[in-house]
Each structure stands twice: as C-alpha cells, then as structure tokens.
C-alpha cells in the first residue's frame, strides 16, 4: 500500500514540475516600470544600455520607464519566426484605443524575454494601468502567430446606453438628443 502511495505523491509531484506549451498559458506579467530599474552598474562605466537576454521593443527608444508586458518565450513564438508585435491599447483618459507596432529584429529563443512597452510620453504616468488591451504577434507574411489580450478588450456593453427621458411626453430631454442637432449660438 505504501507504493501505491508513494507513486501517488511521485505523479502529483511530476505534474506540477512541467510548464506547458500552450499559448494560452504563456505566462505574460504587465506593470508599471521606472527608467531607474533599468540602470546596471555597468553603464557608469559604458554609458550605454547593456545587451541582456531581454529582447527590448519600446515606443520611445529614448525613454526606459513606462508600461510593459512582459512574455516569456517558449511554444509558438519559440517556433515561429515573429516579425512584428502590434499592440493596441485603452489608454486610462483618452478616448481613442491607441495602436502600436513594433518591429522584432532578432529571433527569439526560450533563453529571451520580450518586454514590450508604453514608454516616455506614451503612457500617463506610474500610478495608471491600462484600461483594456491586445498583442497580435505577426509572422514575416502577416500571419497571426499568437494573440493575447485582457479579460475587458472584447466586452462589449449588453445594456443600451442611459437616456434622460421626459416623464410627460415620453420623448428624449433636450441634454440627451445629439449635440449635432441642437447647436446654439
């Protein structure tokens, strides 16, 4: 009874080891980076950024610190080669989504992480997180490799929009018509 046991443990224990290679579990973290957390002792010395096995795409190459997404790699983008990375963004305070494309000019292996980021005047500030967002990962031909997105990028309202009625008549309040149609001078 005691192998029975111990073989029991022994499978619990080997399934956890393993990380699979599918790309829905692709492990992606996404937060708020400082410029000072890029600095290495090395570059009092160069005076440059040191080449890691980071593999770098930001908006402004001027600026480290931003927002970042952050991939390992391994599965399909280990496999594939990754032409360009589109990013698209709700930005919190702007209106509009916001689209970025980014050009990969080394191939990836499962020793890379790639940082994708926001970076300078493209992302608001520290205290702020993104309100939805998309990562389309492009071969050379413009096939899709890999997509990732958050939980709130394909939501979609279910609920017509709030309208102020008048109780008497039935019909739309002045502030709830279009402001197209009733333009004052």
């Known amino acids: 009874m005691q192998i029975f046991g111990k073989l029991f443990l022994l499978l619990i224990l ?11 579990h692709l492990l992606t973290e996404n937060r708020y980076i400082p410029e000072e957390d890029f600095l ?6 160069t005076g440059r950024e040191p080449k ?20 390992g790699i391994e599965g399909k983008l280990e496999e594939n080669e ?9 930005i919190p305070g702007s209106p509009e989504t916001e689209s970025f494309i980014f050009s990969v000019d080394q191939s990836l292996t499962d020793s890379n992480t790639l940082w994708i980021g926001l970076t300078g005047t493209d992302w608001p500030g ?11 990962f492009l071969s050379p031909q413009d096939e899709e490799i890999l997509l990732r997105e958050s939980y709130l ?15 008497t008549n039935g019909e739309p309040t002045p ?11």
Do not use: M
């Not at 080997?14 to 829905?24: I, T």
């Not at 096995?53 to 952050?70: A, C, N, P, T, V």
């Not at 520290?126 to 389309?136: E, S, T």
């Open 153 to 167: 990028w394909d939501l979609t309202p279910t609920a017509p929009p709030l309208q102020s009625v008048d109780p």
């Open 126 to 136: 520290p205290k702020f997180r993104p309100v939805a967002w998309r990562i389309l």
């Open 82 to 90: 990754i032409a360009e990375v589109v990013l698209e963004v709700q």
């Open 14 to 24: 080997a399934g956890c080891c393993g990380h699979p290679k599918d790309p829905k």
């Open 40 to 45: 290495r002792i090395s570059e009092y010395f």
């Open 52 to 71: 890691t096995d980071r593999i770098l795409l930001r908006s402004q190459d001027d600026s480290r610190g931003g927002y970042y997404w952050i991939f």
């Open 175 to 185: 502030s709830a018509v279009n402001a197209d149609e009733t333009q004052t001078d």
